[in-house]
């Protein structure tokens, strides 16, 4: 099997992901997986696909992300890794697409309007 790789994006974070046969490393921008998310939430998001499937022990992974938040890179790997499992074994998209892992959440922070302070603050409000 040749290295897959596939894209995971979630509000303003990429993630670029690379699944090769292997022992279930994971390795996030160089660093160790458990390293880089340190909370067992953002780790448990990272190994759903994974663990979903069981495929933990049977796949590499690495991972170069950017931009966003902790969550949001999380959110984006875990969405690139469900993908890279479906091109792996189509048997795989039976098990993650009712979890809701292969779709992408379109959600964006909206932007701030001229002349307010925040995006949804109201104008003033003035009775004469």
Do not use: W
């Not at 974070?13 to 390293?35: C, D, H, L, M, P």
């Not at 959600?107 to 109201?122: C, I, L, Y």
């Amino acid at each position: 099997m040749e290295v897959i790789h596939k894209i995971g994006r979630r509000k303003t974070a990429v993630a670029r992901v690379y699944v090769s046969e292997g022992k279930g490393n994971i390795t996030i921008n160089k660093k160790e997986f458990t390293q880089y998310f340190p909370t067992p939430t953002l780790q448990y998001k990272v190994k759903q696909p994974l663990s979903l499937t069981e495929n933990a022990d049977n796949f590499d992974v690495k991972v170069n992300v950017f931009g966003g938040g902790v969550t949001g890179q999380a959110e984006a790997i875990r969405l690139a890794i469900s993908r890279a499992l479906c091109e792996v074994d189509v048997e795989n998209r039976r098990t993650l697409k009712p979890e809701g892992l292969l779709t992408r959440d379109p959600r964006m922070v909206e932007r701030k309007k001229f002349g307010q302070k925040k995006a949804r603050k109201k104008f003033q409000f003035s009775k004469r």
